[in-house]
């Protein structure tokens, strides 16, 4: 392991309560921007020994198997990162709360659990951080919503703000927004994916080799993307430059118009974050009940 750049997260001990998807995109933007000691970091579940095994060999991180060692990594951290499944975790905080120091800052990335739930779970003077990223963190291109509670220090948003940071890009939001992140950008990627599943197949329907129809649409969403972001024109004047009046785009974008495209879009973003708020409420529910 090459030597820490120097950074907030250097010398900060971290555990990642949970350890899937999100957590190892967020492990592998640190690791590869060298900004946290790997050394430092723990990393713990519910019952995979072979996926902390698999972490430890990759990033070089600390697997924590025994329940004394979740323990104790619990209890020492300076930050922990809870990245459980939103229905595991009102009981994944109930057990940790015994062990936890009032000063420990808590990082939340579980969809719709709130920091007043937080809260109720652990205790009100809890810090917490709660935040809605996305997958795309794997490879540092993550889009974050960050928010957080009154008892985080500045020194502990400095530490929120550089580990999403060191991913992509974190927007601080006010924590009714989080929802809207979660719509937007949380779940995003698999709308595009979902469009990029359609374009390809629709291409190998037309007769393209499905390889080339696969590294063309890769291509496009790449370049349109960069598009709206390097020329910082809005993507209705970019998508006006593609449409020649009577052409090709037109007749494909009145198609879409006919499949009521942006009216999906908005419906779909705006269910989702009504789930994130639904599945928020069942676990305050839980939280309430026990
Ligand atoms: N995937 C995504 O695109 C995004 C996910 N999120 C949020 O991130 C969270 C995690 O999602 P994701 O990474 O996809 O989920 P995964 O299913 O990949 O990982 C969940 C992890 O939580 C562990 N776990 C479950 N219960 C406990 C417990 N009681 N104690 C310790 N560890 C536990 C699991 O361990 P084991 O395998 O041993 O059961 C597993 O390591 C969710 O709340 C989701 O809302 C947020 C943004 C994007
Ligand atoms: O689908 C989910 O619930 C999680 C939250 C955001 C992305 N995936």
Known sequence: MNE?????????????????SIAEAILRGLAEARLAD?????????????????????????PAFEESQKQDAI???????????????????????PLLRPDQLII????????????????????????????????????TGISFSEAVSPHQRELALAMFNAVGTAAVVDEP?????????????????????????????LGLDPEAAR???????????EMVSLTGEHPSELRRKVTSPGGTTQAAIEVLDQYAFQESMNKAILRCAERAKEMGDAIRAEAIRS
């Open 108 to 143: 939340s990335v579980i969809a719709g659990l709130s920091i007043s739930t937080m809260h109720e779970l652990l205790t009100p003077q809890q810090p917490i951080v709660r935040t809605m990223p996305n997958t795309s963190s794997t490879i540092g291109l993550g889009a």
């Open 177 to 205: 927004l989080i929802e809207a992140v979660n719509g937007v950008s949380g779940s995003g990627p698999a709308y595009v994916y979902y469009m990029m599943e359609a374009m390809i197949a629709a291409g190998v329907h």
């Open 38 to 62: 790997p050394g430092r970091i723990t990393v713990m579940n519910r019952q995979n020994a072979d996926r902390l095994r698999q972490l430890q060999q990759q990033y070089g991180v600390v």
């Open 4 to 20: 820490i750049i120097s950074s907030p997260l250097g010398n900060v001990s971290l555990c990642f309560y949970g350890a899937g």
């Open 215 to 225: 590294e063309l649409t890769i291509q496009t969403v790449k370049g349109a993307a």
């Open 75 to 97: 209890g020492t951290a300076d930050v922990i990162i809870l990245g459980m499944k939103p229905k595991d975790s009102a009981a994944a905080l109930k057990a940790i709360k």
